[in-house]
Structure formats: C-alpha cells, structure tokens
C-alpha cells in the first residue's frame, strides 16, 4: 500500500490541469509533465511497448503469461485535472484512523471537511484519508485511477504466478473538457474491450449515462443613449433574463436526480448589445434528449417571432451518447466485473453516472468501456479526499479483473 501511496501523491502534485479555451491537445503545455513522468514509470516497472504519441496519450502493454487464447482487456485512466478549481501546488493531507469528526483543511479560510455537510465521511470511520490543504483540488479525479492502474500493473508483474491475458494501459489528457477519447486511438489500444477507472465510491459499476449536448445562445440587442432609448434599446440582458425563465424550473441540476434530465445554464456575460448564455442538456433516454433539444430550439425561434429574426442566435452541438446501448451487446464485461467484485468482498454499486466519460465515447468508437471506482469523492475542488483503503480495493479489482478474463474467457 506504501507503494500506491507514493505514487498516487507523486502525481498529484504535478500540476496537470486542463483548459477548455485551448485548441491543442493536450489543452495545456504542463500536462506533458505528468505523460512523460508515466512513461518512465511505465518503462521502470517492466511494462512494454511504452509509447507517447504526439498529442500526449500515453500507451503501454503487459503481455500475456499464458499459453491460452485470451480476450486483450485494457484499463485506462486520465491524468489532467478540471479546470475550474486551482491543481497547482497541492499539498496532500493525511487524516490517519479518522475517527468521525470534523477535519480543518484551511484554518484561515474556515474550510471544514464535516460530516454535517458531506454524511459519507461516516463511511470511512477507522480508515486513513488523503485530502487537500484548500488552497487546491487534490487530483484524485483521475490521478487516483492512473495509481491504481500503475500499481496493479507492477504487482502483476512481481507476481508471475497470477495468469492472465495480453493488457493494454491508456493514460489520456483533457477528459476533463470533454475531449479525452477524441484522438484515443482505439485501433493501436487493440484490446477487445476496456474500463475507465474514473468512478467514485467504492463498488461504482457504471455502464450508463447521459445523453449529452452543448448550447451556446447569443442575444443581440442595440444600445442607445439611455436618455433617449424610448422604443430604440433594445436591451439583450432583459430578453436572456426572459429567455432563461423559458425554461421549467424543476429541471435544473439542483432539482434533479437519478434518471431525470435537465438544462444547466452554467455560464453567461453580458451587456446592452449581446448576452451569451452556455448551457448544457442532457437526459439518459435518447428520445427525451432529442426532445430538450427541439424544446431548445424551438425557445429560441419564439423569441426571434417575438423579439425580431436574428435576436437570438443558437448553436447546439452534441457532445456523447449513452453508452448503454453499446454496452448491453457485450454485457459480459460488465459481468464481469461485478464478480471479480464479489470474490473481493466488495458490493457492487451498479448504477448510471449523471454525467459522462472517456468511456462513453470510447465505446462509441468501437471499444466497450464501462466504468469502474476509483475511490475519490467531492471532486473538482477544496474538499476532494481519497480513502487510502478505497484505493487499495480499486488496485486489487484491477488484479482480479486481469485473472478473471483469462479464467473465464480462455480458450
């Protein structure tokens, strides 16, 4: 465990995060940083056909140790951090057999880790926590999978006496601006499906997930000399501020769960002449997607019936699908999983991500790719911590998945 330890925090205190106004891959120079520290790594370990490519994704591969016919699994991981929420100088904190209470990351800024906000910390009652000092994110979102994946891959090595298949390792940047599996190259991964190991609490087994878009609004107004604007102005903050209330609000983020869609209006500046709105749509079901979608779009056409054509201006772009029906074909990997889970006393938390994954995209791109913990919780920001155990299990699943696949499905 000392092991994974030290490489979880090697990692994350490089910073590594992603920028979503960027147009190069990866988005930021300071990623390369961390891909060619992986590299190393991967080489020092004894992995093979350790290669970087020139956008960053870093691919290895463990051969196999048997004489079997066996299905080629990956396990990939991505190494940038979000963008909204400061990943330089971290300076990881150790709460030792945590005992319930409250834990201060930042006295002078009166940051508290409590359990009266974030209830799961009585999960981890007797277990030692990684967290941030809050003036950072900590990284384990995804830094946490690249470890786990990089330790797995080294205890298989030292262990000989555990069987399995050819595995491929993918370690990516920008998944954090929706771009990870972009410019993956599914066809040099060449494993026969794989898993991201992105997930949350331990147990996560996630092989849904939203349908997802991207809507960016322009408002254009005209500005006139406010003592003299009677029946001239025409003020595009009042008509997004009207534009906005369009849309019900019982379907927002904050008003939804489990399966229910909703549009999130996650940015907007303005002034007289032109307001911009981002938003983003998403439902699980695909018919309800398409429908917020022509919802969207048809809010839009009654404002400029109303407003004048050309006042609102909408450009809607799809961003990833369910993976779920690219999955269930193959459902034997996801099966998979949940036993290699319960042969490690773990309870499997089948469930679908309100959100997205390299995975989903991945899949769509001809490489199943179901989700799996990493053991992180409160990503993007000041409260993120990681239990140590939770880490551990990851680690372990990865072994046990590794065997299972020859077990199971060698020929």
Not at 41 to 50: A, F, N, R, S, W
Not at 247 to 262: M, V
Not at 279 to 293: G, L, P, S, T, V
Request: hydrophobic share 35%; glycine share 8%; proline share 5%.
């Amino acid at each position: 465990m000392e092991k994974l330890i030290e490489r979880f925090i090697k990692y994350v205190k490089i910073d590594s995060q992603s920028d979503p106004e960027s147009n190069t891959t990866p988005s930021t120079e300071k990623q390369w940083n961390i891909a060619h520290e992986l590299v190393k790594d991967l080489k020092d370990i004894g992995m093979q056909e350790v290669e970087i490519d020139d956008n960053g994704y870093v691919y290895a591969t463990l051969p196999s140790n048997i004489d079997k016919d066996v299905p080629v699994v990956g396990f990939i991981a991505h190494y940038d951090t979000a963008p909204d929420y400061s990943g330089a100088n971290v300076n990881p904190q150790f709460v030792e057999n945590y005992d319930g209470g409250d834990i201060i990351l930042n006295k002078e800024k009166g940051l508290v880790l409590s359990p009266d906000y974030f209830p799961e910390l009585k999960d981890y009652i007797g277990q030692t926590l990684i967290h941030t000092d809050g003036n950072s994110l900590l990284g384990a979102d995804d830094k946490a999978g690249v470890a786990e994946i990089m330790d797995a891959m080294d205890y298989l090595i030292q262990h000989p006496e555990i069987k399995h298949g050819k595995i491929r390792v993918g370690f990516n940047p920008d998944e954090e601006i929706g771009l990870g599996a972009h410019k993956f190259d599914v066809e040099k991964f060449g494993a026969d499906w794989a898993y991201t190991m992105d997930g949350s609490t331990v147990g996560e087994l996630e092989f849904e997930n939203f349908n997802a878009a991207g809507a960016k609004v322009k408002i254009n107004g005209k500005s006139v000399h406010p003592g003299y604007a009677k029946d001239k102005m025409i003020n595009s903050m009042l008509i997004a501020a009207d534009f906005i209330k369009a849309f019900p609000a019982n379907e927002t983020p904050q008003t939804t769960e489990g399966y229910e869609g909703f549009y999130h209006l996650h940015n907007m500046k303005g002034d007289v002449e032109l307001t911009e709105l981002h938003y983003i749509i998403r439902d699980h079901d695909r018919q309800k997607f398409e429908d917020r979608k022509n919802f969207f779009e048809e809010v839009a056409a009654d404002f400029n019936q109303k407003y004048g054509e050309g006042t609102v201006e909408v450009a809607l772009e799809d961003q990833y699908y369910n993976m779920r029906e690219k999955i269930e074909p193959v459902k034997h990997v996801v099966d998979l999983v949940e036993e290699a889970m319960l042969d490690l006393g773990i309870k499997p938390k089948i469930k679908a991500i309100r959100g997205g994954t390299d995975g989903a995209q991945l899949s769509f791109k001809g490489l199943p790719c179901p989700n799996v913990f990493a053991g992180g919780l409160n990503f993007h920001g000041p409260y993120e911590f990681v239990p140590v155990e939770s880490m551990q299990k990851a680690r372990d699943l990865i072994v046990k998945v590794a065997e299972k696949t020859a077990q199971k499905f060698g020929k």
